[in-house]
C-alpha cells in the first residue's frame, strides 16, 4: 500500500509554456499533499503544502502565481508551472501523508521538467 | 528556520563492509525518518523513529533516534551493490496541524564490488 504516483515522469516544453504535473495517491486517500523541488545533487526543497479543499500554502520564496497548485479530490494534486522558464528546469517530486500515520509521507517517482 | 547536517557527503565502501551515516540538527525534531533515493526516482522511506532513544531496524538498517532529539543515525550491514544511492535523513514536529518534512543533504553512497 500507499503507493504515489506522478504523471508524467518528464517533460520538455518550450519558454512561456504552462506545464501541469499531477500526483495520485492509488491506495489511500491523501488529505495532505506536498511538493518539492529537487536541483542535481541537491536535497529537496519544499514548495508547498496542499490541503484538499483548501488553498495551498506556500514557502516563502516561492511564487504562488508561477506555481499553481490544486487539490481537487483526496487522491489527485496538481502542479502548474506557468510561464515556464529554462531556471524552472527541475525535478519536481510530490509526496503525500497517510492519514493513519501523523509522520509518514509516501513520495511519488517524480517528474523532470525541461524548459528549452 | 531548522537545519540538519547530513554526515558524510558521500562515502565509497567495499562490498561487504558496514555503513554508518548520521544527522544532527540545530533545534528539536518529534520525529525522525531516513529515505533512499535512487537516480530519476522519489525517495523511498525505510525507517521512521518516533520516540527519543528509539532503535529500530529493517533487514540489514538499523537507525536510532538521539536521546536528545537533535540527532538520528543509520547503520547499514554487509553491503551490497544495490544500496547505492543518496541516503536521506528528514525530521518533523508534528503539531499545530503542520507535518512538515526538513530534509538534510544527503549522503551519496557507493559500493565497490
Known amino acids: 500500500g500507499a503507493v504515489v504516483s506522478q504523471h508524467p515522469s518528464w517533460v520538455i516544453c518550450k519558454s512561456g509554456t504552462s506545464v501541469k504535473i499531477e500526483c495520485r495517491s492509488l491506495?489511500?486517500?491523501?488529505?495532505?499533499m506536498f511538493w518539492y523541488r529537487q536541483f542535481p545533487k541537491q536535497s529537496l526543497m519544499l514548495m508547498a503544502t496542499?490541503?484538499?479543499?483548501?488553498?495551498?500554502?506556500?514557502e516563502q520564496g516561492v511564487e504562488k502565481d508561477k506555481f499553481l497548485i490544486n487539490h481537487a479530490s483526496l487522491t489527485l494534486s496538481t502542479l502548474t508551472v506557468t510561464s515556464a522558464h529554462p531556471e524552472d528546469s527541475s525535478f519536481y517530486i510530490c509526496?503525500?501523508?497517510?492519514?493513519?500515520?501523523?509522520?509518514?509521507?509516501?513520495f511519488g517517482p517524480g517528474t523532470r521538467l525541461t524548459v528549452l | 528556520g531548522q537545519q540538519l547536517n547530513q554526515s558524510p557527503q558521500s562515502m565509497f565502501i567495499q562490498e561487504g563492509e558496514d555503513v554508518s551515516m548520521n544527522c544532527t540538527s540545530s533545534?528539536?525534531?518529534?520525529?525522525w525518518l531516513w529515505y533512499k533515493q535512487e537516480p530519476g526516482e522519489g525517495p523511498v522511506l525505510l525507517i521512521a523513529?518516533?520516540?527519543?532513544?528509539e532503535l529500530t531496524s529493517n533487514g540489514r538498517l538499523t537507525a536510532q533516534f538521539g536521546i536528545t532529539r537533535k540527532d538520528s543515525f543509520l547503520n547499514i550491514s554487509a553491503s551490497i551493490p544495490s544500496d547505492v544511492g543518496i541516503y536521506f535523513c528528514?525530521?518533523?514536529?508534528?503539531?499545530?496541524?503542520?507535518?512538515?518534512?526538513?530534509f538534510g543533504k544527503g549522503t551519496k553512497l557507493s559500493v565497490i564490488p
Open positions: 509526496s503525500a501523508r497517510v492519514p493513519t500515520s501523523m509522520y509518514e509521507q509516501f
Open positions: 491506495d489511500f486517500q491523501a488529505t495532505t
Open positions: 496542499s490541503n484538499e479543499g483548501s488553498k495551498a500554502t506556500y
Open positions: 533545534s528539536i525534531f518529534n520525529t
Open positions: 523513529l518516533y520516540k527519543a532513544g
Open positions: 528528514a525530521g518533523q514536529n508534528p503539531g499545530a496541524g503542520s507535518y512538515q518534512l526538513t
